[in-house]
């Protein structure tokens, strides 16, 4: 986020924008490639004892390596909270929290943000239906707007968490979102009107059981934080971690903090790390296709997105690794890669950074679809825009030299793809600038910047202009 924005300006974007997060704003239907759809076909059933664990040092108890993120619960139209405006489908979310209990998973991450500020109440209902001490729970003060900044609001914040999550006591509690916003907007957040010391106190009395935080963006923070670390006692973080991030965090994006450093200064003080992320928005899932072929055939019973979980789950002091789980094969894969864990080795590590150094090449915009941007004053829909882009340019198929054999198909493509995946109302040409979106990204993109590129790159191809297209 810019350092120069004025704090009470910053307050009431930073107000506007996560209000947008809870109320997702575009229709999302179910989309996987064609390449997910058949390795989902091709599912083996999970077995339902031999998930792996790790212990949590504080509590000696075991935590399931696979962590479900209740961000993305499905909807009755058959899409995601995250994405359509229809109803949680609770039916359909009771029916993966069970099938998620058999095999294994006990640690389920909601937030007062999440699914348009619906996700704690349908998990809570979920989980209610089994033994208390059957799973832990993971929530968030998702204190973003202006108006629950206050003492008595973020307060208010934590009490209802408890009452829709159906408990008297929260198993991991995090401070949501640190560094975005720098080091003023942590301060204003959580140490100025003493709710740092508050969710101590609570943790003293028990309706805390782990405190921790979730870190994206000032690196300023983090290392703000740690260093309170004697102080508070931190019991966990949470982090962005994969293979891409692992070395090229900040190349992607220079406000981005490499996940070597961030999990290193975790295991220096003995703290378990929780991981976010893992196949980072989807891209480690649609991954090139020529990529996606020398996967297979190092292993072919592997699906794309298990190397991703795999290398997550690897390090030892990870607690357990987050995955929004919309769909039972999505659930299914996942348990795959963890029940049990098939340890990343050295061979494959090495695979893999040569796969992130491939991908780092492409140059992809870091977008990983939160839709923490929106809405878009203007109407423009910003992480679709970034999707299409994306998708194209991932697949090499990008119409960039008008004299090549390829290039009429290629526009038409891409031109055509667009319009399906965006309407035309809502491309990047109707974006003028006004710049409300960019203190909101956690991946720190200059959004008007990159829509006003896509959009001149696309009028150009609309005009069918000749020579080399860059």
Known sequence: MAKDIQRRDFLKRFGAGMAATAAALVACKRSESTQAVEEYKQQQEPPTDKMTYRLNPKTQEKVSLLGYGMMRLPTTDGGSARGSEAPIDQEQVNRLVDYALEHGVNYFDTSPAYCRGESETATGIALSRHPRNSYFIATKLSNFNEQTWSRKASIEMFENSLRALRTDYIDYYLLHGCGMGGMEAYKGRYEDNGMLDWCIEQRRRGRIRNLGF??????????????????????????????????????????????????????????????????????????????????????????????????????????????????????????????????????????????????????????????????????????????????????????????SPEYRRLRREYLVGQDRSVPRLRQAAHCIGCGQCKPHCPQNIDIPTELHRIDAFAEKVRQDSHGKMV
């Open 214 to 403: 979730s870190y994206h963006g000032d690196i300023a923070v983090f290392d703000y934080l740690l260093s309170r670390h004697d102080e508070v006692h931190w019991d966990f973080v949470q982090i962005e971690l994969n293979y891409l991030d692992w070395d090229y965090a900040n190349e992607i994006n220079e406000r981005n903090t490499d996940a070597r450093y961030l999990y290193g200064e975790l295991q220096k003080r003995g703290i378990p790390s929780v991981i976010m992320e893992p196949l980072l928005g989807g891209r480690l899932a649609n991954v090139p296709q020529y990529l996606v072929e020398e996967m297979k055939r190092r292993d072919p019973e592997a699906s794309v997105a298990s190397w991703a979980f795999r290398y997550a789950g690897t390090p030892e002091g990870v607690l357990t690794v987050l995955s929004g789980m919309t769909f039972m094969e999505h659930l299914k894969d996942n348990l795959l890669s963890y029940c049990p864990l098939r340890p990343v080795t050295k061979e494959e590590e090495t695979f893999l950074y040569d796969v992130a150094r491939q991908i780092v090449d492409v140059e992809l915009i870091p977008c990983n679809d939160c839709k923490y941007c929106m809405p878009c004053p203007y109407g423009v829909d910003i992480p679709g825009v970034f999707v299409h882009y994306n998708k194209v340019k991932n697949q090499g198929r990008l119409p960039l030299d008008a004299q």
